[in-house]
């Protein structure tokens, strides 16, 4: 009795299919202002370091490296039995420092006035920026949204009398007044304020999984919230509002907190000889 029980046991065993490996593919860029988009299996579940991320319906997953952000990273991707882990290094950027003394005291830091206003502002963008939903508008290239002179790059940083300011997390494309503004991926608009303190203008689309992007100074804005925005659709146009000196667009881009490099994203700017200044 025993012996039949083990040998049907023993049968049963040899019956069972062994795990399946789970296939893990990795594309983009592994350095500060950079993003990667991974595939896998639709069920799995994928940790950045200790943060588990978002997998679509099709096995897309992304996450993304801020300006400072230092590497290594861990990455897990689980299914039942079968787990695939990787380390993900991390290269480090110099980034230009520019030193400017002399300014009036109100163009280094704003008036007590207005810290409520900047505070609410901000809260706002921050509730944006933690938008993690489904679409997947993210994993296609990005275009320009639009054409000029670079004028100001990521990760850059004045320092304004002596003090250190936060550093630049776009791109400053300088166009003439009224140039039209496009999508660059595609996504559902989040935001779109007219009169920010700092963006003047401004326009957050989501582009999904946590992916946002931020065009700001627009002189006008052609979308409203909920709208979806195809890549190449016209959202607003160049102008200078907010704190700005002079028509451009700056653009950004998010992984929720982690600050992206557009120019990453996008690759050379087509068809313009663009000339970067610090």
Same mark, same amino acid.
């Given at each position: %009795?025993?012996?039949?029980?083990?040998?049907?046991?023993?049968?049963?065993?040899?019956?069972?299919?062994?795990?399946?490996?789970?296939?893990?593919?990795?594309?983009?860029?592994?350095?500060?202002?950079? %993003?990667?988009?991974?595939?896998?299996?639709?069920?799995? @579940?994928?940790?950045?370091?200790?943060?588990?991320?978002?997998?679509?319906?099709?096995?897309?997953?992304?996450?993304?490296?801020?300006?400072?952000?230092?590497?290594? #990273?861990?990455?897990?991707?689980?299914?039942?039995?079968?787990?695939?882990?990787?380390?993900?290094?991390?290269?480090?950027? =110099?980034?230009?420092?520019?030193?400017?003394?002399?300014?009036?005291?109100?163009?280094?830091?704003?008036?007590?006035?207005?810290?409520?206003?900047?505070?609410?502002?901000?809260?706002?963008?921050?509730?944006?920026?933690?938008?993690?939903?489904?679409?997947?508008?993210?994993? +296609?290239?990005?275009?320009?949204?639009?054409?000029?002179?670079?004028?100001?790059?990521?990760?850059?940083?004045?320092?304004?009398? &002596?003090?250190?300011?936060?550093?630049?997390?776009?791109?400053?494309?300088?166009?003439?007044?009224?140039?039209?503004?496009?999508?660059?991926?595609? &996504?559902?608009?989040?935001?779109?304020?007219?009169?920010?303190?700092?963006?003047?203008?401004?326009? %957050?689309?989501?582009?999904?999984? &946590?992916?946002? &992007?931020?065009?700001?100074?627009?002189? @006008?804005?052609?979308?409203?919230?909920?709208? #979806?925005?195809?890549?190449?659709?016209?959202?607003?146009?160049?102008?200078?509002?907010?704190? @700005?000196?002079?028509?451009?667009? =700056?653009?950004?881009?998010?992984?929720? +907190?982690?600050?992206?490099?557009?120019?990453?994203?996008?690759?050379? %700017?087509?068809?313009?000889?663009?000339?970067?200044?610090?």
């Amino acid at each position: %009795m025993y012996r039949l029980a083990g040998l049907l046991l023993f049968l049963t065993a040899c019956a069972l299919p062994a795990a399946a490996e789970l296939d893990v593919t990795l594309d983009g860029n592994p350095v500060q202002g950079g %993003m990667m988009i991974g595939t896998t299996d639709p069920n799995a @579940s994928v940790f950045v370091g200790d943060t588990q991320v978002r997998v679509s319906s099709d096995g897309v997953f992304v996450f993304g490296f801020g300006r400072d952000f230092e590497g290594p #990273i861990s990455l897990k991707v689980t299914l039942g039995p079968s787990e695939v882990s990787r380390t993900v290094t991390v290269e480090k950027r =110099d980034y230009q420092i520019q030193r400017i003394d002399g300014l009036p005291q109100k163009f280094v830091a704003p008036p007590k006035e207005v810290y409520e206003r900047i505070q609410r502002e901000n809260a706002e963008i921050a509730r944006v920026r933690a938008l993690d939903t489904e679409g997947e508008w993210f994993a +296609k290239d990005f275009i320009w949204p639009t054409q000029g002179i670079i004028s100001g790059v990521f990760g850059s940083q004045r320092i304004l009398n &002596g003090e250190p300011k936060r550093p630049h997390f776009g791109i400053d494309v300088a166009a003439p007044q009224g140039t039209p503004v496009l999508e660059a991926a595609g &996504g559902i608009v989040a935001l779109a304020e007219p009169d920010l303190y700092y963006t003047g203008g401004t326009v %957050m689309v989501d582009h999904g999984h &946590g992916v946002t &992007g931020v065009y700001s100074h627009l002189a @006008s804005i052609d979308v409203e919230v909920g709208q #979806i925005v195809q890549q190449g659709d016209k959202i607003g146009t160049v102008g200078s509002t907010g704190r @700005s000196t002079g028509p451009h667009l =700056d653009w950004r881009i998010n992984w929720f +907190k982690e600050r992206l490099d557009p120019q990453l994203l996008a690759g050379p %700017m087509p068809n313009v000889e663009a000339k970067a200044e610090n």
